[in-house]
Nanobody, 118 residues
Framework: VQLQASGGGLVQAGGSLRLSCAASGRIFSINDMGWYRQAPGKQRELVAILGGRTIYSDSVKDRFTISRDNAKNTVYLQMNSLKPDDTAVYYC???????????????WGQGTQVTVSS
C-alpha cells in the first residue's frame, strides 16, 4: 500500500491550498483517513480526520475542510484563510485493511510542504 500526497506549496497569508492524498495497492477497505502536520521543532499534530466522525483541530476549525472520494481512495484537505502558523509538512494517514489481512494497518504518506508567508 502506498499513500501519495500532493498539493503543497508556497502561499501568502489569507490564501488557499488544496492537498490530495491517494491510496493505492491491495486495498480491501479504508477506515479513517486524515491529515497531520509537523512544524520545525514541534511534534506531529492532528489536523483533521474523516471516518466514523469528522474531527478537526481547534486551530484549523472553520478554515480547513476534509473530504473523501471513496471511489478513488483519495482524501482531500481544502485549506482556506491560511496563516503563517499553518506552515508545516503535512502528512496524510489512513487505516487500511488489505486483502487477506484480518485487521487494519496505519499507513503514512511521504509528506508535502506547506509554507505560508506573512
Amino acid at each position: 500500500v502506498q499513500l501519495q500526497a500532493s498539493g503543497g506549496g508556497l502561499v501568502q497569508a489569507g490564501g488557499s491550498l488544496r492537498l490530495s492524498c491517494a491510496a493505492s495497492g491491495r486495498i480491501f477497505s479504508i477506515n479513517d483517513m486524515g491529515w497531520y502536520r509537523q512544524a520545525p521543532g514541534k511534534q506531529r499534530e492532528l489536523v483533521a480526520i474523516l471516518g466514523g466522525r469528522t474531527i478537526y483541530s481547534d486551530s484549523v476549525k472553520d478554515r480547513f475542510t476534509i473530504s473523501r472520494d471513496n471511489a478513488k481512495n483519495t482524501v482531500y484537505l481544502q485549506m482556506n484563510s491560511l496563516k503563517p502558523d499553518d506552515t508545516a509538512v503535512y502528512y496524510c494517514n489512513a487505516l487500511i485493511q488489505t486483502y487477506g489481512s484480518r485487521g487494519s494497518t496505519s499507513y503514512w504518506g511521504q509528506g508535502t510542504q506547506v509554507t505560508v508567508s506573512s
